[in-house]
């Protein structure tokens, strides 16, 4: 006899909850009191004031939904424009919802440097949260970034910065737009998303148990790993068992990027697995390990301060344009004994010039025999071979 009422109570509390006007936001001044009263939230077609952080701070188990256009007023400053705290919590977009950060009136094609861009979405969660959904337009400058968190799953996203590609004055206006950046994340899941931006599609940080599955990246540098951004901290410069499979990179920089920090703290890179990953019209890499970063960028001089152990690559296909002399399909810059284990197979990636491996090949892998066009070391040779067989033969004509 109780259980139908248990139900019929249960189902009387959900409902005035839902019917509580406090728990639909259509203006700013309301997100404070749904956020503190509420564990099921609608966002409406809501205008985020500019220079204001959407601050979602959430009670334990929250669903919040976002309806319609959420818009983000343009200023100058470095945001968040949200923020993302809490427990068991579920993010989604409704179907037809937008988030749009208004990249496009900031870009200047200056990123980092020129006015201040807002970082677009920061997200701490743990207790199996999900962010199902979310269809975001234009992020002003890195799109979510993804700190200390623990059994998240994003899932269904679209992220479109493909406004960004347009050129004034030569260069693209669009810089710096990450996709994802995750630093601190265990047990992270990326999948069934979509990227188009100017910058790294996902650059792992920090973190262990991590999957990315399913993406498309475009227009960006790749699909990458970027350890050492602590001077001081072991733990935060290590990255262990990130698996990234069954994704899609075009029209980018490089496929893979896995980059290390020459003026870093010591830290780790370890049990790292990239498997059917397919790179289209890539520019510069299909894949470029580098252990010679310094200030973002690529130094030449490799260090050993972040050994990378395991890197394991399966079933890696693709293009380069041949229109960059400087592109090939591989490219590994390791410093002397910090690379080890890895074991590569199915690596086809076409066009470009000949793979370089300094210090370090993997097993299944060898960069001289990588395919490549142009002057390549080995056609130098036979071009000194020719010569001295030249040289020979003219000196037999001559001597008596
Ligand atoms: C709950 O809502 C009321 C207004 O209806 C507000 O005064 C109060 O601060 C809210 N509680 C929290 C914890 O935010
Ligand atoms: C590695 O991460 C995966 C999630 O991608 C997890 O299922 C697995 O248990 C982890 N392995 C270890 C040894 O922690
Ligand atoms: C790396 O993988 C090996 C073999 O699967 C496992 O024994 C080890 O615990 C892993 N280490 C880390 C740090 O993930
Ligand atoms: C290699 O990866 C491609 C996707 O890039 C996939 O279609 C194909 O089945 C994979 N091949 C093997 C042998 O797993
Ligand atoms: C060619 O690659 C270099 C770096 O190696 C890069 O700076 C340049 O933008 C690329 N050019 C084109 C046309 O992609
Ligand atoms: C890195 O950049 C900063 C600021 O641009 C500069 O002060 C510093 O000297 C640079 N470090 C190196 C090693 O180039």
Same mark, same amino acid.
């Given at each position: 006899m109780f259980k139908p009422f248990l139900i019929v109570f249960i189902f009387a509390l959900t409902s005035a909850q839902n019917a509580d006007p406090r728990c639909k936001v259509?203006?700013?001044?309301?997100?404070?009191?749904?956020?503190g009263n509420c564990t099921n939230i609608v966002i409406n077609n809501l205008v985020v004031p500019a220079g204001k952080?959407?601050?979602?701070?959430? +009670?334990?188990?929250?669903?919040?939904?976002?309806?319609g256009i959420t818009s983000f007023e343009h200023i100058p400053w470095s945001g968040p424009l949200i923020r993302v705290k809490g427990k068991r919590v579920t993010i989604q977009g409704a179907p037809g919802s937008l988030l749009n950060g208004q990249g496009q009136l900031y870009w200047d094609h200056t990123g980092d440097k020129g006015l201040k861009k807002p970082q677009f979405m +920061?997200?701490?969660v743990s207790e199996d949260s999900v962010f199902r959904n979310l269809n975001i337009l234009n992020c002003p400058h890195h799109c979510i970034y993804i700190g200390t968190s623990d059994r998240l799953t994003i899932t269904g996203w679209v992220i479109d910065n493909s406004y960004g590609d347009h050129v004034d004055n030569d260069y693209a206006i669009g810089k710096n737009t990450d996709?994802? @950046?995750?630093?601190?994340?265990? !047990?992270?899941?990326?999948? =069934?998303t979509k990227v188009v931006n100017q910058d790294d599609c996902i650059a792992l940080r920090h973190g262990a148990n991590i999957l990315i599955r399913n993406m498309y990246c475009a227009g960006g540098h790749g699909i990458s790993i970027s350890v050492g951004f602590s001077y001081t901290t072991f733990i935060e410069n290590t990255l262990y068992n990130v698996t990234v499979q069954d994704s899609v990179v075009v029209r980018s920089a490089n496929g893979i990027h896995v980059k290390t920090h020459a003026d870093a703290f010591k830290g780790e890179i370890k049990n790292i697995t990239y498997q059917n990953i397919h790179c289209s019209g890539l520019q510069r890499y299909g894949i470029t390990i580098?252990? @010679?970063?310094? =200030?973002?960028?690529?130094?030449?001089?490799?260090?050993?301060?972040? $050994?990378?152990? =395991?890197?394991?690559?399966?079933?890696?296909?693709?293009?380069?344009?041949?229109? !960059?002399?400087?592109?090939? $399909?591989?490219y590994i810059n390791c410093g002397k004994g910090s690379c080890d284990g890895w074991s590569w197979s199915g690596?086809?990636?076409?066009?470009?010039?000949?793979?370089?491996?300094? !210090?370090?090949? $993997?097993?299944?892998?060898?960069?001289?025999?990588?395919?490549?066009?142009?002057?390549?070391?080995? =056609?130098?040779?036979?071009k000194i071979q020719f010569l001295i067989i030249v040289f020979i033969g003219v000196n037999s004509i001559f001597l008596p």
């Open positions: 259509t203006k700013f001044s309301q997100v404070a009191s749904a956020v952080t959407l601050e979602l701070y959430l +009670k334990h188990g929250t669903t919040l939904t976002f309806e +920061k997200i701490e996709g994802f @950046d995750v630093s601190g994340a265990t !047990n992270l899941i990326i999948e =069934n580098q252990q @010679d970063y310094v =200030n973002g960028s690529s130094s030449g001089k490799a260090n050993t301060n972040i $050994p990378i152990h =395991n890197l394991n690559l399966i079933n890696i296909t693709g293009n380069i344009l041949e229109t !960059n002399h400087t592109s090939m $399909p591989v690596i086809h990636i076409s066009g470009g010039k000949k793979s370089i491996c300094n !210090n370090y090949e $993997p097993e299944g892998y060898s960069c001289l025999a990588s395919s490549g066009i142009g002057l390549t070391f080995n =056609n130098f040779l036979l």
